[in-house]
């Protein structure tokens, strides 16, 4: 599945840098922030998808309007904040559809690849302008979203009722083990951002991080699934610490409370 995006090898090298160093140290920073403690941020989090949803949902569905979708943005974020364990679930389904499309779709890559030819090289060593570089970076989206669609054209359905079944699974154990989907999913979506951004760095470099990774993808697999395991543990265990400081101090401040002192609320007075 990886072969997909190596074409963006090709073209990153005649990139303007800052379309390559920004959004590659926005993912490492962001991509650490939701490793290791996605779970102590689970609502905003959640939040934050529902607005991602919402926005780009309301911008294609209800018309290509800012204002539609920006309300659709803020309303399905508060609906997201609200369903926490519903979005949690869905949030796992993805990924796991995700994970195994890459799996059973690898036999289809190459033809899809062969029919959806590159047509953007190495033209020269010269690094274009910023807007050059976007609509580079714009025109290698659309080939790279016709060969995924490609791929999807030629898988037959058992494969597709394979992803199904696994998206099914996710949605059941998200939502009744609610707890480790949540840190499950912040380390997968954590790991991939930092992989992400290491892979855009190293691509401005020239240094080809999407072959390296094809050449040995069980060293780099193993990697990920590591590291995985690793933010999913620490999170389970740093935010169960937390909650139970923060239930000691509620209890210890119930207990200091100086005695025949009466807590005077609204309904009272």
């Known amino acids: ?48 998808v529902g607005a991602i949803i919402g926005g780009i949902g309301g911008f294609l569905l209800i018309g290509r309007n800012t204002l539609y979708a920006a309300a659709s943005a803020v309303i399905t974020a508060l609906v997201a904040a609200i369903l926490q364990r ?16 890459a799996i059973v779709a690898r036999p289809y890559v190459e ?22 570089s976007m609509e580079t970076v714009k025109a290698y989206a659309v080939r790279l979203n016709k060969k995924i669609r490609k791929t999807c054209s030629l898988m037959p359905a058992y494969r597709w009722a394979i992803i199904a079944l696994l998206a099914l699974i996710s949605i059941v154990a998200g939502f009744w083990l609610w707890r480790l989907a949540s840190a499950l999913c912040c380390a997968v979506v954590g790991a ?17 991080p999407i072959s390296k990774i094809c050449y040995k993808p069980s060293f780099y ?16 265990l740093l935010c169960r610490r937390a909650e139970r400081k923060a239930t000691k101090k509620k209890r210890a401040d119930k207990g200091n409370e100086p005695p025949g002192q009466t807590r005077i609320s609204w309904r009272t007075s």
């Open 1 to 48: 599945m990886l072969k997909i995006f190596q074409d963006f090898e090709q073209i990153a090298v005649n990139l303007r840098p800052i379309v390559l160093i920004a959004p590659g140290l926005a993912a490492i920073v962001v991509g650490l922030f939701v490793w290791l403690g996605g779970l102590g941020l689970r609502r905003p989090l959640v939040g934050l």
């Open 86 to 101: 519903v979005v949690i679930a869905l949030v796992a389904a993805g990924l796991a559809a995700v994970v195994a499309f």
């Open 111 to 132: 033809t899809a690849d062969a029919a959806v030819p590159a047509s953007v090289g190495r033209t020269s060593e010269q690094t274009v302008s910023v807007r050059e």
């Open 192 to 208: 991939t951002l930092i992989f992400a951004g290491m892979i855009f760095l190293l691509s401005y470099k020239g240094s080809a």
């Open 221 to 236: 697999g193993a990697v990920f699934l590591a590291m995985t395991a690793f933010g999913t543990a620490g999170q389970l």
